[in-house]
């Protein structure tokens, strides 16, 4: 026999035997599957930008401690990322003196074991460049330190990498429960609703957010608990020892799951009973969070941790009334920007499996029934929590309703009971079944599209032109929504506006007519010769524009970001001639597609100096991403602007914020 034929007998033998494999354990093989399905759609976008500042300090915690020994962010002290001025939103000062997390560092805790493999893929990397002499030149200053900027694309990347496993992990956690109850159908269908038509694809998959380990805590402690019906013996008090260990961590995930840790621990001590031991026996890992908020926030704070900080300078979160709950109820579900059955109406479908739940619990009363009918109303209760909630409508840098993201597992379980309710009457021939059927399929397909939209695509709708919020109206506006907006910015990207740069710029021209204040009550008041200002204010501006080119104007409504978007940027000159704009609200957004000749506006949320002085506001005509300011030229505005102190009373032309 040739090496050939060999070779190929050796090939054939490895294939039987990994299908032999698959044969004998098929449940084994499909999660195999699933999990690096998973990984590969995730990650099929290429991208390791569409993430959040929130995850900053989870996505440092690890590296910070492998490199610098140090779990407090002393390092970081007056970094690159203090850049915007004061302290970062996601760093606070501790009662100890260090700089520490705002949020809780349950997502770096879970994903310990994963920095520590990149970290040493990144040490590997660096060591083979050494010994060959910078050949691969992959660290061509060495390797960097984790406080520097040099090391912020490596943190995306582990931002990226980490939230990839962690959610493809929870999707088999996912198959995995669901295949313990219903057929392998039923299952598959579930998990793929799970998987490709949620937010659990553009929201937690994409980045390591608070999100992504909550919902892999939560699954996996759904999947113990209905696998313990299935054990016996030490499997079984493994598997309750692990959902205690799962329910501990958890608040230190996100603090609102708190309220699954607490539903699950009355579960296990009522369904239990002496078996809870077990469960209690996994309950210390609450320790890591209580012992963390103790040491840097002290006894007064031992729950809510660097939450304080927020606290303080929010203490009235919440309205309890009911005009607030009409309005937060009904976004969360049903905003055009904001509502998770806009953005996944296949989970209306959860409604009816919920139904089914219930009769099925009434009917047969098990423990798998009447935990996820305890878990239903925990979701149930965090809905209302948010309903009343002042701020229901954020999170709106996501791509949905990331708020209602930790209610995915149970809810897309329920739509498994719908499923296996339906599969009997369709074999059955049960008149209107079909219907149902293609109805599901419809908003299936639907979902799926937007939230593949939502994976690839980023925009700064949340900004653009002002921030969204429930006076303007933006989140309840039908034209410009943010699904429309994406998905303007998903066709330009098949079908670039601008195809001939040097061309396009050469057109490029403006000339500015007006500067308006836009007042909170919607008023439009003249800026004047001479406005004044408080120092760091921020006020709503509108500028009146004029095609005097060659070339259309592509508004924020089209959504080209950074793909030529024509923008106003500001920028804000002492009396010394020193560049003094603030780093975010330094920008005006050119509405529509203004055609040579044409006239628009553009409005945006203008941040001012934090100096008290006179300052020179100069107002440039830009093609984001194609082009940038042209000191040779003139700018299209300049105002003269009086920077007041904070604490000057309020001037007729400029009232409080």
């Not at 900053?56 to 002290?77: K, Y």
């Not at 908020?293 to 009911?322: A, C, D, M, Q, R």
């Not at 040579?596 to 934090?610: E, L, R, S, W, Y």
Request: hydrophobic share 45%; glycine share 8%.
């Amino acid at each position: 026999m040739s090496l050939v034929e060999r070779l190929v007998m050796k090939s054939m033998t490895v294939g039987d035997r990994l299908r032999q494999a698959a044969a004998q354990r098929p449940v084994a093989a499909t999660s195999l599957a699933i999990f690096w399905a998973c990984v590969f759609v995730y990650t099929m976008n290429g991208r390791v930008d569409l993430n959040s500042s929130d995850n900053v300090t989870n996505t440092l915690l690890g590296f910070n401690w492998l490199q610098n020994h140090s779990l407090n962010f002393d390092a970081f002290r007056d970094g690159y990322l203090y850049r915007g001025g004061g302290i970062p939103f996601y760093f606070v000062e501790s009662s100890t003196g260090h700089l520490s997390s705002r949020f809780p560092i349950g997502s770096a805790l879970v994903t310990f074991p994963l920095a520590v493999l990149y970290y040493f893929a990144l040490k590997l990397a660096a060591f083979l460049d050494g010994i060959t002499g910078g050949v691969f030149n992959l660290f061509p200053a060495g390797f960097p330190d984790v406080a520097s900027e040099d090391f912020a694309a490596y943190r995306q990347g582990f931002s990226k990498f980490a939230a990839t496993i962690s959610t493809a992990l929870t999707v088999v956690f996912f198959y995995l429960s669901t295949r313990l109850k219903f057929s392998p159908s039923v299952a598959a269908v579930s998990t793929f609703v799970f998987a490709f038509a949620t937010g659990i694809w553009p929201i937690c998959s994409q980045d390591l957010r608070q999100h992504t380990i909550s919902n892999l805590l939560l699954s996996g402690i759904l999947l113990c608990l209905l696998k313990v019906e299935h054990g016996e013996g030490k499997n079984r008090r493994l598997l309750l020892f692990l959902a205690g260990f799962f329910c501990g961590i958890l608040p230190s995930a996100r603090i609102t799951s708190a309220l699954f840790s607490a539903v699950i621990f009355l579960y296990v001590v009522i369904a239990y009973r002496k078996e809870a031991v077990f469960f209690l026996l996994g309950l210390p890992s609450v320790l890591f969070h209580l012992g963390w908020n103790l040491y840097y926030f002290g006894w007064g704070n031992l729950i809510v941790g660097g939450y304080i900080s927020y606290i303080e300078k929010h203490p009235s979160s919440y309205s309890w009334t009911f005009e607030q709950f009409r309005r937060g109820s009904l976004g969360l579900l049903l905003s055009p920007s904001n509502g998770i059955l806009v953005f996944s109406p296949v989970l209306l479908f959860a409604i009816p499996g919920a139904y089914r739940l219930l009769q099925r619990w009434k009917r047969e009363n098990r423990r798998d029934e009447w935990l996820l009918l305890c878990l239903m109303v925990s979701v149930f209760l965090l809905y209302l929590q948010y309903s009343f909630y002042l701020i229901w409508l954020g999170g709106n840098d996501s791509f949905g309703p990331r708020f209602l993201a930790d209610t995915l597992p149970i809810s897309c379980f329920l739509i498994a009971y719908f499923l296996a309710d339906l599969a009997p009457k369709l074999r059955r021939n049960w008149q209107g079944a079909r219907f149902v059927l293609a109805l599901f399929l419809i908003s299936l397909i639907l979902s799926t599209l937007i939230q593949t939209i939502g994976a690839f695509t980023q925009t700064n709708w949340k900004a653009s032109p002002m921030p969204a919020t429930e006076r303007n109206g933006r989140l309840w506006a039908l034209q410009d929504s943010k699904i429309e907006r994406h998905t303007r910015n998903l066709l330009a990207k098949f079908n670039k506006p601008i195809r001939d740069r040097k061309t396009y710029l050469a057109g490029f021209q403006g000339t500015a007519e007006s500067l308006h204040w836009i007042e909170l009550d919607g008023d439009e008041v003249p800026v004047g010769d001479r406005p004044r200002v408080r120092s760091g204010q921020r006020r709503l501006l509108k500028l009146a524009l004029r095609n005097t080119g060659t070339s259309p104007w592509f508004g924020y409504q089209t959504g080209i970001e950074k793909m030529g978007e024509a923008k106003i940027r500001l920028r804000f000159y002492d009396a010394k001639g020193k560049d003094k704009t603030p780093r975010i609200g330094n920008q005006l957004f050119v509405s529509g597609r203004t055609q040579p000749g044409g006239a628009t506006i553009a409005i945006g949320q203008a941040a001012f100096p934090a100096e008290p002085g006179v300052y020179q506001l100069e107002c440039w005509l830009v093609a984001d991403g194609i082009s940038s300011l042209n000191p040779e030229s003139a700018p299209t505005y300049v105002q003269t602007i009086t920077v007041l102190p904070r604490s000057s009373p309020a001037q007729p032309d400029s009232p409080s914020p």
